[in-house]
């Protein structure tokens, strides 16, 4: 188990949530990010710049990956991508 606390003092295990990093760089944007889907389906972004862990919406992380080059092929259920 390699747990994760984040902003709001809760946690998450990394060692069984789903990583994503930037397929299509762009440097203004993504310095440092990853999204997190964990074993419970919420999703968690990490700021490699601030060293800030952060739970986000489902919509803002359908946004992320969108900008980023992902589908919704990516994830293992099917979220609408707007």
Same mark, same amino acid.
């Given at each position: 188990? !390699?747990? &994760?606390? @984040?902003?709001?003092?809760? #946690?998450? %295990?990394r060692? =069984?949530? &789903?990583?994503?990093?930037?397929? !299509?760089? %762009? *440097?203004?944007?993504?310095v440092?990010?990853?999204?997190?889907? /964990?074993?419970?389906?919420? #999703?968690?972004?990490? %700021?490699? /710049?601030?060293?800030?862990?952060? !739970? @986000?919406?489902?919509?803002?992380?359908?946004? #992320?990956?969108?900008?980023?080059?992902? =589908?919704? !092929?990516?994830? %293992?259920? *099917?979220?609408? @991508?707007k």
């Open positions: 188990m !390699e747990k &994760q606390r @984040i902003a709001d003092g809760r #946690w998450f %295990d060692s =069984t949530a &789903q990583m994503f990093e930037a397929k !299509e760089v %762009d *440097v203004a944007v993504d440092g990010q990853r999204l997190y889907r /964990t074993k419970g389906g919420n #999703w968690v972004l990490y %700021d490699e /710049t601030e060293d800030a862990w952060a !739970e @986000i919406s489902h919509s803002e992380a359908a946004r #992320w990956l969108a900008v980023r080059g992902y =589908t919704s !092929e990516h994830f %293992d259920d *099917v979220m609408e @991508i």
